[in-house]
């Protein structure tokens, strides 16, 4: 049976009526329509009985289905691929760098710092502060003005100076200064051999020892 | 964060490290140097302890022939600039040791027994023996070496490739 003209542009209409989809005016006129037109009251009362069938399918077809870890499947499912490890390096760095930069720097010349203060003190217990010569070396031995006994560094043994006193025997000349006594008194060690009894005579250190 | 933060944290960082480096540069100019003061003379053949050998020896070689050593006393003396440490001898007379200078890791120093005064480079091995004067009969003598040379370190300790065991 072809349906009546008029109710031929209610007809598509009837579905979203019914799903509450239409605006205020358009709901308005279906209702005056539906009031007036008893086929497209069937039609109305048939697609109510078949939106609760299809619901209830829907629902009894929900219950079969097992929805635990759902979440996690799903977002397994959208979350991309694992980028490489220097990728996801290079996209850290990037975002520490962008975001965190104030942290990053204090942290850096903190780290500065603290090198700067644990090196030395970690070289000095590798070398200990003041030994960076291999050997004792005795520059210079002088005795003081007035002084009855002349000093004698005595080194057979490279790196094991003594210093040794011997009386100053000899008579002054006659005519001598005291910066000439006082040069005379000072032994510049600097220059000599290390290998060799320096600055006096070895034997008067000898004398000395036979003390 | 802003650039204006991070600035101000940076500056603030650079602070704390120029507060730093003065103390890490006051932290290194102190110099050790270990002060044996040993009794020579020829009483009697003792040796004590008995590293002394090593100083006799030294000793015998510079024709300095004494048959009795004795440490009376060690000290440790940590040197600074400007700071001179000073040592009492048994004898009366008074050691003062000072640091001269402090260049590219060697320190000089000067010591001054009266009535010798000496300077001398530190070196990581040997020593100066320096004599101070008469005590005791024997004559007293200043032995300045490394400060660490006192402590035997365990690469050094000698250990014997094998166990004899005596039979009976």
Same mark, same amino acid.
């Given at each position: 049976?072809?349906?009546?003209?008029?109710?031929?542009?209610?007809?598509?209409?009837?579905?979203?009526?019914?799903?509450?989809?239409?605006?205020?005016?358009?709901?308005?006129?279906?209702?005056?329509?539906?009031?007036?037109?008893?086929?497209?009251?069937?039609?109305?009362a048939?697609?109510?009985?078949?939106?609760?069938?299809?619901?209830?399918?829907?629902?009894?077809?929900?219950?079969?289905?097992?929805?635990?870890?759902?979440?996690?499947?799903?977002?397994?499912?959208?979350?991309p691929?694992?980028?490489?490890?220097?990728?996801?390096?290079?996209?850290?760095?990037?975002?520490?760098?962008?975001?965190?930069?104030?942290?990053?720097?204090?942290?850096?010349?903190?780290?500065?710092?603290?090198?700067?203060?644990?090196?030395p003190?970690?070289?000095?217990?590798?070398?200990?502060?003041?030994y960076?010569?291999?050997?004792?070396?005795?520059?210079?031995?002088?005795?003081?003005?007035?002084?009855?006994?002349?000093?004698?560094?005595?080194?057979?043994?490279?790196g094991?100076?003594?210093?040794?006193?011997?009386?100053?025997?000899?008579?002054?000349p006659?005519?001598?200064?005291?910066?000439?006594?006082?040069?005379?008194?000072?032994?510049d060690?600097?220059?000599?051999?290390?290998?060799?009894?320096?600055?006096g005579?070895?034997?008067?250190?000898?004398?000395?020892?036979?003390? | 964060?802003?650039?204006?933060?991070?600035?101000?944290?940076?500056?603030?960082?650079?602070?704390?490290?120029?507060?730093?480096?003065?103390?890490?540069?006051?932290?290194?100019?102190?110099?050790?140097?270990?002060?044996?003061?040993?009794?020579?003379?020829?009483?009697?053949?003792?040796?004590d302890?008995?590293? !002394?050998?090593?100083l &006799?020896?030294?000793? %015998?070689?510079?024709?300095?022939?004494? @048959?009795?050593?004795? +440490? /009376?006393?060690?000290?440790?003396?940590? !040197?600074?600039?400007? &700071?001179?440490?000073? %040592?009492?001898l048994?004898?009366r007379? @008074?050691?003062?040791? +000072? /640091?001269?200078?402090?260049?590219?890791?060697?320190?000089?120093?000067?010591?001054?027994?009266?009535?010798?005064?000496?300077t001398? @480079?530190?070196?990581?091995?040997?020593?100066?023996?320096?004599?101070?004067?008469?005590?005791?009969?024997?004559?007293?003598?200043?032995?300045?070496?490394?400060?660490?040379?006192?402590?035997?370190?365990r690469?050094?300790?000698?250990?014997?490739?094998?166990?004899?065991?005596?039979?009976?």
């Amino acid at each position: 049976m072809a349906p009546n003209p008029a109710c031929s542009s209610y007809i598509p209409l009837l579905s979203p009526f019914i799903d509450g989809e239409l605006v205020p005016s358009e709901r308005q006129n279906v209702e005056r329509h539906l009031a007036a037109c008893k086929d497209c009251t069937g039609r109305t009362a048939d697609l109510r009985a078949e939106s609760g069938l299809v619901r209830v399918g829907l629902e009894m077809a929900a219950d079969d289905v097992d929805f635990k870890d759902f979440a996690q499947k799903v977002m397994a499912r959208i979350t991309p691929e694992k980028p490489p490890l220097l990728e996801r390096l290079r996209l850290s760095l990037s975002e520490m760098f962008t975001y965190q930069r104030p942290v990053l720097i204090s942290s850096f010349a903190t780290a500065a710092a603290l090198a700067l203060v644990a090196v030395p003190l970690l070289l000095r217990d590798g070398l200990p502060m003041g030994y960076a010569a291999e050997k004792m070396i005795v520059e210079r031995v002088s005795a003081s003005e007035g002084a009855k006994v002349q000093p004698v560094v005595l080194e057979v043994q490279a790196g094991q100076p003594i210093i040794w006193m011997v009386d100053s025997a000899e008579p002054e000349p006659a005519g001598m200064s005291p910066e000439d006594e006082a040069q005379s008194e000072e032994l510049d060690m600097a220059p000599a051999p290390k290998d060799s009894a320096k600055g006096g005579d070895a034997g008067a250190g000898r004398k000395g020892g036979e003390l | 964060m802003t650039f204006a933060k991070g600035r101000t944290a940076g500056v603030r960082s650079l602070g704390l490290v120029l507060l730093l480096i003065p103390c890490a540069a006051l932290a290194q100019a102190k110099v050790d140097v270990q002060a044996e003061t040993v009794l020579v003379s020829n009483k009697d053949s003792t040796i004590d302890p008995p590293e !002394l050998a090593k100083l &006799k020896d030294n000793f %015998l070689k510079n024709g300095l022939a004494f @048959t009795s050593y004795r +440490r /009376l006393k060690t000290a440790k003396l940590s !040197l600074e600039q400007g &700071k001179p440490s000073k %040592l009492d001898l048994p004898n009366r007379k @008074t050691v003062t040791v +000072r /640091l001269d200078s402090l260049k590219d890791g060697t320190a000089r120093l000067q010591v001054e027994v009266p009535p010798l005064s000496q300077t001398m @480079t530190l070196g990581r091995e040997g020593s100066v023996s320096m004599v101070a004067g008469d005590h005791d009969g024997g004559k007293l003598v200043l032995v300045l070496s490394p400060a660490s040379a006192g402590k035997p370190r365990r690469a050094a300790v000698s250990r014997p490739d094998t166990l004899v065991c005596p039979r009976n």
